[in-house]
């Protein structure tokens, strides 16, 4: 009886090596599926567009303040 607990303490940790390799695989595959799909997205014209608008945001954010308080109050 004490021999089929350890083959079977044995098979218990092979199992979770495998199921560790193989999440850790997934998550590779799954990384790499996201890279390209980012970079198919900036090819697109969607991508170009909508680098265009951040970039656009960036620039009317920058020049908005020009060092002037946002939130002005006087006492009266």
């Known amino acids: 009886m ?5 083959i079977n303490g044995t ?3 092979q ?3 495998e199921e560790r390799q193989a ?5 590779a595959r799954a990384a790499e599926a ?3 799909r980012e970079e198919e997205f900036k090819k ?3 991508g170009r567009a909508a680098q265009a608008q951040l970039q656009q945001m ?4 920058a020049n908005t ?10 006492m009266t």
Request: with cysteine; charged share 35%; hydrophobic share 30%.
């Open 2 to 6: 004490g021999c089929f607990s350890c």
């Open 65 to 74: 303040n020009k060092g002037e308080p946002v939130l002005k109050w006087q």
């Open 11 to 13: 098979q218990k940790k």
């Open 44 to 46: 697109s014209a969607a």
């Open 34 to 36: 996201a890279m390209r």
């Open 23 to 27: 999440s850790a695989e997934a998550r």
């Open 15 to 17: 199992r979770k090596e």
């Open 58 to 61: 960036a620039k009317q954010s």
